[in-house]
C-alpha cells in the first residue's frame, strides 16, 4: 500500500491510464489548479533559472510577513511543509512527543528518535480531540504536535480550544507544533499565526501546496521565535526553495481574487460531496471542514481497496488510510475536487452501491 495519496504516476502504470486522465481524489490539492498569475511569474522566470535564488527567499518572506503581520525573523521558507517538519523532529529535543493519531503520518517518522505518546482520536467522538485529556498528559520539555484542521479526519479544533492548549502548555513548560497546512481553506479567524509574537513556546507550520495547488513545486514555511528560526536556518542548506517556487509563492500570496473563487468553490462543493457521499448505502463520511473528506466504508460490505479496485480501471483515485494509526482498512479519504469531477465520483460509487 502507498504511504501517501497523489502518486498518479504509479496509478498511470498499474491501471495502464495516462496520467492526465487520471482523476485523483488521493491527494487534497486546491480543484481550481495553481493560480493564474502564479503560473505567468513561472513563466516569466524561466530565463532567471540561469541565476541562483534568493538563499533565503527574502522577497517571498517579506510577501509573508506583509501577510502575517509578523516579522521576517520569525519566518523560514521550506522546500514543502515537509522539509521543516523533518528539519524540526532533528532540531528539536523535545523530552516526549504527544500527537493526536490518525494525524498526517510524517510526524511519528521525523520524530521517531524520540519517545512518543499516541493519543487516540476514537470514531465513536467524531475523532473530536479532548483538549482537557492532552492538557492533563502534559510535562515539562513535552511537544504536543497538532494538525489543524486535521488530516485525513478533517476535524477542525476551534481558534478558543486550542488557546487553551497553548495555555495548559506554557504552565506545564511544554511546547506546541501547530501544523495549518489546510487552514487556509477554513478561515484565516481560526489560525493562531497572531499568537506567535507572544508564544516563544509556539510553532506554526504552513504549507503553499495545498491551497495553492502546486504540490510538484514543493513550498512551505514555519514561523517560530526568531532563536528556532535562526537555528533552523543554520542546519538547512540556502537557496533550498527554488526559484519558481518563491516567485510564484509571491504571485499566489497576492491573488486576492484566486484566494475568494477557491472559498467560494469550496464553501459550495463540500457539503455537496459531503451530503452526496452520506447518501451512497454503506458510506459514512465524516464532516469536512477543509477540502478533503474522511469516509468510513465497512457497513457497504467492500473494504476501502476494494472500492479502489472498481474505481482504479475508471481513472479514479482515492486514498486509502489503513496505514494511518487508528485507522483500519475499512477507511479512506478523498478531495474535494470540481463539480463535475464529484459527480464522476458519486456516479461510480452508486453503480457498486446501488440503493435497494
Ligand atoms: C497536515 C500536513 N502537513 C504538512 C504536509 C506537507 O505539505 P507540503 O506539500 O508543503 O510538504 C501535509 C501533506 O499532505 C499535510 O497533510
Known sequence: MQKHGGNVWLAAQTYGLKEESILDFSANINPLGPSPLALEAIQQSLLQIRHY?????????????????????????G???????????????????????????????????????????????NFILDIEAVGQQLKQDDLVILCNPNNPT??????????ILLDLAQT?????LLDEAFMDFVSPEQSLLPELPANSHLYILRSLTKFFAMPGLRLGYLAASP????????????????????????ASLRDK????????????????????????????????????????????????????????????????????????????????????????????????LPKT
Open 53 to 77: 535564488p534568493e538563499p533565503q527567499a527574502d522577497t517571498l518572506r517579506k510577501e509573508i510577513a506583509l501577510l502575517t503581520g509578523l516579522p521576517e525573523e520569525m519566518l523560514i521558507l
Open 79 to 125: 522546500n514543502g511543509a515537509a522539509e521543516l517538519i523533518y528539519a524540526l523532529g532533528r532540531l528539536l529535543k523535545p523530552r516526549r512527543v504527544l500527537l493526536p493519531v490518525p494525524t498526517f503520518s510524517e510526524y511519528a517518522d521525523a520524530f521517531r528518535e524520540i519517545e512518543q505518546v499516541h493519543l487516540p482520536l476514537v470514531r465513536h467522538n
Open 154 to 163: 478533517g476535524h477542525l479544533v476551534a481558534k478558543e480550544q486550542v488557546k
Open 172 to 176: 506545564s513548560g511544554a511546547s506546541l
Open 227 to 250: 532563536v528556532v528560526v535562526e537555528a533552523l536556518t543554520a542546519v538547512l542548506p540556502p537557496w533550498r526553495v527554488n526559484l519558481m517556487a518563491q516567485v510564484a509563492g509571491v
Open 257 to 352: 481574487p484566486y484566494r475568494a473563487n477557491t472559498f467560494a468553490q469550496m464553501n459550495r462543493l463540500r457539503p455537496l460531496l459531503a451530503d452526496g457521499l452520506s447518501s451512497i448505502p454503506g458510506l459514512r463520511p465524516f464532516w469536512p471542514t477543509a477540502n478533503f473528506i474522511l469516509v468510513d466504508c465497512r457497513e457497504s460490505g467492500y473494504t476501502a481497496e476494494e472500492l479502489q479496485n472498481f474505481l482504479g480501471p475508471k481513472g479514479i483515485l482515492i486514498r486509502l488510510c489503513e496505514n494511518y494509526m487508528g485507522l483500519d482498512k475499512y477507511y479512506f479519504r478523498v478531495a474535494v475536487r470540481s463539480e463535475e469531477d464529484n459527480a464522476i465520483l458519486l456516479l461510480s460509487l452508486r453503480e457498486l
